[in-house]
């Protein structure tokens, strides 16, 4: 959607969203790639919903994969928001991540919590993240603060 | 040209607002990777400084040559859990297992154990007292080509001529006098623990094994097969602990068959028991189901608490830090939770003494000497206390893991602590077996995990039995040579500890040891044997014997 008829607060509201939001993943990102010993495994494998599907992951056989794939995705999106090139693609993407990053440990009544900063029912920052790229994806920003507006005409 | 045609109409804020992001991602990019880099720096220069080597335990040698033909004497609970190890399970446990992959695709139990190494041997006799017991041997072990045979006594399947090697599930009473007859007579012997079940015949197995070293003798501590023994070994050669001056390890169980509270067998009587065999050497007495399903409840037959599980934490520690028979023990306790007639403790603490023992020291020479082993159990309580090895300049817990925490009033890490690059709350080092991985400094985060034994998870086919492990090493011994890790020396070390806890809870008082005459000091008049295997009901306090 075009973010033209926003106000200018609004719009630049958005734009910080967007940064802070792939600062939040770049930064991810890059601090697991540059630490040769991270894995998910023990995140995947503590799963609290859908175990099979977890433990699956967290298998000998897919888990360099799945380690690779979470770190290249995460910088993608982080790349993709924070620069503002196609950032609708690095919301979806992101919403993918924190969904399934949700439901490995979803804060579902009578389900563990395991370590964690805050109280959360339902609702946790996995979620509102989500919630707030969703915004983010029907919103884009792009061509108005970011790497979009130099090879567009609107501007907007 | 193109180009000129796309970027010359932008203004001086198009070139801001469009690349305003590119140092942003290059700051975020920049501050990711040396915050990682400098932690990863740290880490291999801690891990460079702690220089520890982790290593599972060697191979055993080749499973190769004639098959060797095992007798299994005492087909309980445990005996089938040893044969099954050995590559022979009964056909009710197969059953049970297919049903329960069947039900639960993801009980990977039967595919693990199909999956194991064959170790090339026969199972040719059985020798039990309990007909029902022999008969399931029997079906099961006649089959695939393997003949097995069923000995009414432990004399016929040793004179068979069918064995090269006995493995000894039985009552405690009944382990020495067995093993001893095999001995002789040239056959190996795995024995259970506890080696034996009385000080005299302590004695006597170990002359026996000194007069036939061609027989080999092993004693079912599978837990030197733990996969993080070496490292752990390791970590105490580099005198990474400093002083360790206490050991503390902890049995916690509440459940009845913790408890040794075990099924009484519907067909059990007079007719398909051969009950004067069973009695052996214990004090005469009737026919009595419950002695002979839960013999470990009683000294006529079992050795309680110090006998029946001290041991394992001993060995385990002995097996880190030999540190052999302990000069004094203190013990106590009671029978706390179950008052159903049994007349060994059920709640046992148990001090062991080692004055003269250090794991070294990082102090002035002369400050530091001498250790305390603490075993604690309980029957009544489930809560996990750990095995912790604690010296001054780090505590190292045990597990399957090894993980080391540097102390907070620490000589060798007092540097790191203070410059703030060790943290006393967080493992400084730790060792998980199931990835081979070593790690320092590791995360609040990871700590969960570890501690909920997430990280060293066996459900990826990694699960390793070390029962199996643990015979396989007697087994290549007896083909290839070599010493088993629990042999006659470490048994002996064992069986006399597991006494003298037994002793001193019976006598409420220290008992000694007398390292250079190798025997534990007795008063003048005083019969120990006599002592330690008494049967008179143990009574605990005058409302107990009120009641």
């Known amino acids: 959607m075009n973010t033209q008829s926003l106000s200018p607060a609004a719009r630049n509201g958005l734009v910080v969203l967007r940064l802070l939001i792939g600062w939040h993943f770049l930064y991810e990102g890059v601090i697991k790639m540059y630490s040769s010993t991270w894995t998910a495994k023990g995140y995947l494998l503590s799963a609290s919903f859908l175990q099979p599907v977890f433990g699956w992951l967290a298998s000998d056989t897919l888990i360099g994969f799945v380690d690779t794939a979470n770190i290249v995705a995460l910088m993608l999106v982080g790349v993709l928001l924070v620069l503002g090139f196609k950032s609708k693609w690095g919301c979806w993407v992101g919403i993918g991540l924190l969904v399934l990053y949700y439901l490995a440990h979803p804060q579902f009544p009578g389900l563990p919590q395991g370590p964690s900063e805050g109280s959360y029912w339902l609702v946790n920052k996995n979620l509102i993240e989500a919630a707030a790229l969703f915004v983010l994806a029907q919103l884009t920003t792009d061509t108005y603060f970011g790497i979009a507006r130099l090879f567009s005409t609107s501007k907007n | 040209m193109a180009d000129d045609s ?121 020798c039990d007292v309990f007909d029902v017991r022999a008969d399931r041997a029997l079906r099961s072990f006649n089959s695939n080509g393997n003949v097995c045979k069923r000995y009414r006594t432990h004399e016929e399947l040793i004179a068979s001529g069918e064995v090269d090697a006995i493995i000894i599930a039985t009552p405690d009473h009944w382990h020495a006098p067995i093993s001893i007859d095999a001995i002789k007579a040239g056959i190996h012997v795995y024995v259970e623990k506890p080696m034996t079940h009385n000080i005299a015949e ?186 912790v090895l604690m010296g001054h300049d780090a505590s190292m817990e045990l597990g399957n893991a090894v993980t080391i925490y540097a102390d907070w009033g620490s000589t060798r890490f007092k540097k790191m602590i203070d410059e703030g690059r060790v943290d006393p709350t967080v493992p400084v080092y730790q060792y998980d077996p199931s990835t081979n991985g070593t790690d320092a400094v590791t995360s609040a985060t990871a700590k969960y995990f570890a501690n909920k034994g997430l990280l060293w998870t066996y459900r990826d086919g990694k699960r390793v039995d070390s029962t199996f492990l643990h015979l396989r090493e007697w087994l290549s011994c007896i083909r290839n040579g070599g010493k088993p890790s629990c042999g006659i020396d470490e048994g002996f070390e064992e069986a006399i500890t597991a006494h003298m806890g037994g002793l001193s809870y019976k006598l409420g008082r220290r008992v000694e040891w007398d390292p250079v005459a190798e025997k534990i000091i007795a008063l003048p008049g005083e019969d120990l044997d006599a002592i330690l295997l008494a049967n008179e009901e143990f009574v605990t306090s005058p409302a107990m014997k009120r009641s």
């Open chain 2, 202 to 387: 302590t004695y006597a197995l170990r002359d026996a094994v000194r007069a036939n070293p061609k027989a080999v003798l092993a004693v079912g501590h599978q837990h030197r097969q733990t996969q993080s023994f070496l490292t752990a070994q390791d970590a105490i050669a580099k005198n990474i602990l400093g002083h360790v001056s206490l050991v503390v390890t902890a049995t916690n169980r509440n459940d009845d068959n913790g408890a040794w509270q075990y099924d009484i067998h519907p067909e059990a009587s007079p007719q398909t028991i051969d009950w004067e065999r069973f009695l052996g050497s214990a004090p005469k007495a009737e026919f009595n189901k419950e002695h002979f399903f839960r013999w470990r409840k009683w000294w006529a037959y079992g050795s309680g608490l110090s006998g029946d599980l001290m041991t394992h934490d001993y060995d385990r520690i002995n097996c880190i830090l030999k540190m052999g028979i302990p000069k004094f023990i203190t013990a106590s306790g009671g029978i706390y939770t179950h008052r159903d007639g049994r007349n060994v403790p059920d709640v046992m603490q148990i001090n062991m003494e080692f004055p003269d023992f250090t794991t070294g020291s990082s102090q002035e020479a002369g400050k530091e000497k001498g250790m305390t082993f603490v075993y604690s159990a309980t029957l009544g309580n489930t809560f996990d206390r750990g095995t």
């Open chain 2, 6 to 126: 796309i970027f010359s109409r932008l203004s001086r804020r198009d070139w801001l607002k469009g690349l305003a992001g590119v140092p942003i991602l290059g700051s975020i990019w920049f501050a990711g990777a040396s915050f990682a880099g400098k932690a990863k720096r740290e880490r291999k220069a801690l891990l460079e400084t702690l220089n520890i080597k982790a290593s599972p335990p060697p191979p055993t040698g080749p499973m190769s040559g004639d098959p060797i033909r095992v007798g299994i004497v005492g087909f309980g609970g445990r005996g089938e859990d040893l044969v099954r190890a050995l590559g022979f399970p009964t056909q009710e446990w197969l059953e049970a297992r297919k049903k329960d992959a069947a039900e639960n695709p993801s009980d990977t139990r039967l595919k693990e154990y199909l999956q194991q190494e064959n170790l090339n041997v026969k199972l040719t006799a059985v």
